[in-house]
């Protein structure tokens, strides 16, 4: 292989030297000996740089291009970006240590020729300029040079195919041809003959070292190139009449179109020299075949390309593509008159085969999308079954980043859920039939403890009387019970909802409290985090979950917004909590409310029912407390309804009784509430938010709500219910649900403001 080391130096930043490179690398890419050769590149080369670079790269070719000066040596950057002469004798003497694998020497600049002649003394072939040389003459030269190396030509062939470049690239005078009489043109002939410079391919010069001692062709034109010129330009003049009127036919094509005024004096000129219309025609016609010939050549080879399946072209094609325009003559406007409809119809065609491309590609994502969603729900409902909330949660999440529709999920999950669900179902009703069984047992059992407490108590009455004195101190201490109690009950509310049934509300006093779980608290979620301090003003709060009775006391009622139905859940019992209600049926609830509390005269204490905020509820599920129940460190079975199955810290495993219970039915806090852990969820004000951060701004300090603008937005639920594990039932868990849906684990307990109280 051989390597070609190209030493670029430009400091007065007025050469085309990027040109340069691109297009001798084009060339060398392009020929069939490509893989022969290596081109390494160094800009902005200074003196300082130059011996490492012959160590670094030890080239068989070194290519300067940049500026020269005859004797005063070659142009090189200096350290302070200015021009550095490189003495002639410094660089022959560089190249004479490198002799052993250098074989030629390309110095592309102006009166190199200097250089040259000093360096052919280690160098088998240094190629010089004898004059200046112009910066696309230069260019020509080396891609003619080059080319003729790549289809592995000796030096001396290419050097001769480089002149020849130049000959074909660069244009010439066109003075000698002119509309001036023919003893004008003869003078003007003589003249340019005598004043006329060495030609642009005549100024590169091969030395060879062999021929050191022989003469290099001398910069002007000799006595016999003047004659041969002189008897060319005379035959010229004496040519005949079609040979006149084709000139001009090719100086008007120079553009390569013919102009409506172009026609007209190519008519007169025809009239002038006496051409018949066929024959001016045919000269027409010949002159422009080259011209169509290469139009229909570019056409092709676009028609090709595209039929070959390389549109759209990438940068290496359209470089080509640029390259083999150059190479025919086209000019712009031709080369765009021929392109553009045809890359117009590729690029209609390669639309409409994208556009069907991806159309396909979204279908098969799509059904790709339903296995994987049908794939997720089957894991989902193999474990537990119902799923609960969070795995609902999860599953909608999943639903939504696939782009899936809820039609398209519920054709995927109904045929999944069905079996599922009937065995479900089947575990419901045993379990019910086991629980009336129960039911029975303890029904007589407590028919053997009421007959052995009838006999306790004869036996209690005999020892009454001695029990009296201590009775009596003790009615003393209920009386102060009972004083406290009545001043308690004072700022307390019952509500009567109508055929008996009320509505109790517990006094919840103002306070500070520390809303969120701590960092070590166990089973904590990250959604409780960070924890904050919350000032919450004094309320009014339900002691129990609505109840199946109050609800439907109301829903009996005339609607304020929306009908409500009187039957939703689905564990029946007057004192069990509501279930299967959604967040608006909630406030559907409080706004009935609203409107009966102001028709009764106790709208004055300015009575406002409404769903309580997270806030307000986590306060008064604490009641003052700051472990993970209000309870303390744990839970059982005993205190709270939820699956049992699942212990918490050094609690025990218990009961998992598969449904909700009377409220009440379990102690209550330090504030009276019932059923704060367990049961039911409970829906609150709030939106959801991933945690109390928040994106625009954090959560409320002084207990409020926090909602956005978005009505549609999650809501709140506080409390865990009868199917989930403790850790979900904390005072400090939370969980969301949409406001539309409607679970049977899933109620609410109102809250109240408490002016006037």
Request: glycine content about 6%; hydrophobic content about 35%; aromatic content about 8%.
């Amino acid at each position: 292989m051989k390597k070609i080391l190209i030493l670029a130096s430009n400091p007065r930043k007025d050469l085309n030297l990027d040109q340069e490179i691109r297009d001798l690398k084009g060339v060398i890419e392009r020929s069939p000996s490509r893989e022969q050769f290596e081109v390494v590149t160094e800009l902005a080369v200074r003196v300082a740089d130059l011996q490492e670079l012959m160590l670094k790269h030890e080239p068989q070719i070194v290519h300067f291009c940049g500026h020269g000066g005859g004797a005063e040596g070659l142009v090189f950057v200096s350290d302070e970006a200015k021009e550095q002469r490189l003495s002639t004798r410094a660089f022959s003497g560089l190249l004479s240590l490198c002799a052993r694998h250098v074989e030629c020497v390309l110095l592309n600049a102006c009166y190199s020729e200097v250089q040259a002649n000093a360096m052919i003394a280690y160098i088998n072939y240094v190629i010089g300029m004898s004059q200046t040389i112009q910066d696309d003459a230069a260019i020509a030269f080396a891609k003619g040079f080059y080319r003729a190396l790549g289809y592995d030509q000796p030096i001396e062939e290419a050097y001769k195919f480089g002149c020849n470049a130049i000959q074909l690239e660069i244009t010439g005078s066109s003075k000698v041809r002119s509309t001036a009489t023919e003893a004008e043109r003869k003078a003007t002939v003589v003249d340019t003959v005598k004043t006329t410079a060495i030609p642009e391919h005549l100024k590169p010069i091969l030395k060879k070292k062999v021929n050191l001692e022989q003469k290099s062709p001398t910069p002007a034109l000799s006595e016999e190139d003047r004659a041969a010129l002189q008897v060319e330009v005379a035959q010229s003049l004496e040519s005949s009449s079609m040979e006149k009127f084709r000139d001009r036919v090719r100086e008007y094509l120079a553009d390569h179109k013919l102009s409506a005024l172009e026609e007209i004096r190519l008519e007169r000129l025809r009239k002038d020299l006496g051409l018949s219309e066929g024959e001016a025609n045919q000269l027409v016609v010949e002159e422009q075949a080259p011209i169509l010939k290469a139009r229909d050549e570019y056409e092709e080879m676009l028609l090709g390309l595209i039929e070959a399946w390389h549109y759209p072209f990438n940068s290496e094609i359209s470089e080509e593509l640029q390259d083999h325009v150059r190479d025919l003559g086209l000019t712009e406007e031709e080369e765009k008159t021929v392109s553009e409809p045809i890359l117009k119809a590729a690029e209609q065609e390669y639309q409409e085969q994208s556009k069907a491309q991806e159309q396909r590609r979204q279908q098969e994502e799509h059904q790709a999308n339903l296995q994987r969603y049908e794939q997720e729900f089957c894991r989902a409902i193999s474990g537990k079954y119902p799923i609960d909330t969070f795995v609902r949660d999860g599953l909608k999440t999943f639903q939504q980043s696939l782009g899936l529709s809820d039609g398209e999920v519920e054709q995927i999950e109904q045929p999944l859920i069905a079996p599922k669900e009937a065995a479900y179902q089947q575990q419901v009703a045993e379990a019910l039939q086991r629980e009336r069984e129960a039911e029975r047992q303890q029904a007589q059992r407590n028919q053997e403890l009421e007959r052995q407490r009838e006999l306790a108590q004869q036996r209690q009455e005999e020892e009454r009387r001695k029990k009296e004195e201590a009775t009596a101190k003790g009615q003393q201490r209920q009386a102060e019970g009972r004083r406290r109690k009545k001043e308690a009950t004072a700022k307390s509310l019952i509500e009567a909802l109508g055929k008996g049934v009320t509505l109790e509300m517990d006094h919840i006093p103002a306070g500070t409290f520390m809303m969120g779980s701590p960092d070590d608290e166990k089973g904590r979620y990250d959604r409780e985090g960070p924890q904050h301090q919350v000032t919450v003003s004094t309320f009014l709060m339900g002691k129990f979950a609505v109840t199946q009775a109050q609800w439907r006391s109301v829903a009996a009622q005339p609607k304020v917004n929306r009908d409500l139905d009187p039957d939703p859940s689905s564990f029946k019992g007057a004192n069990l909590p509501v279930e299967k209600v959604s967040w608006a049926d909630a406030v559907e609830f409080c706004d009935w409310l609203n409107r009966f509390v102001e028709n009764r005269l106790s709208c004055e204490t300015g009575k406002s029912y409404r769903l309580p905020s997270e806030a307000e509820w986590e306060y008064a599920c604490r009641a003052g407390t700051e472990t993970p129940f209000h309870y303390g460190e744990t839970i059982t079975p005993d205190l709270a309804n939820y699956d049992g199955n699942h212990p918490y810290g050094a609690g025990l495993k218990g009961l998992y009784r598969q449904q909700t219970t009377d409220v009440g039915s379990f102690p209550p806090n330090a504030f009276g509430l019932y059923d704060m852990h367990g049961n039911v969820w409970e829906w609150c004000a709030d939106h959801w938010h991933d945690n109390y951060k928040g994106f625009f701004k954090k959560a409320p300090a002084d207990g409020s709500a926090w909602v956005t603008g978005n009505k549609d937005s999650w809501r709140l639920l506080r409390g865990g219910s009868w199917y989930l594990n403790p850790r979900n039932c904390r005072s400090a868990c939370r969980g969301s649900n949409d406001p539309g849906d409607r679970n049977n684990n899933i109620g609410f307990r109102v809250v109240c403001e408490a002016r006037g109280l």
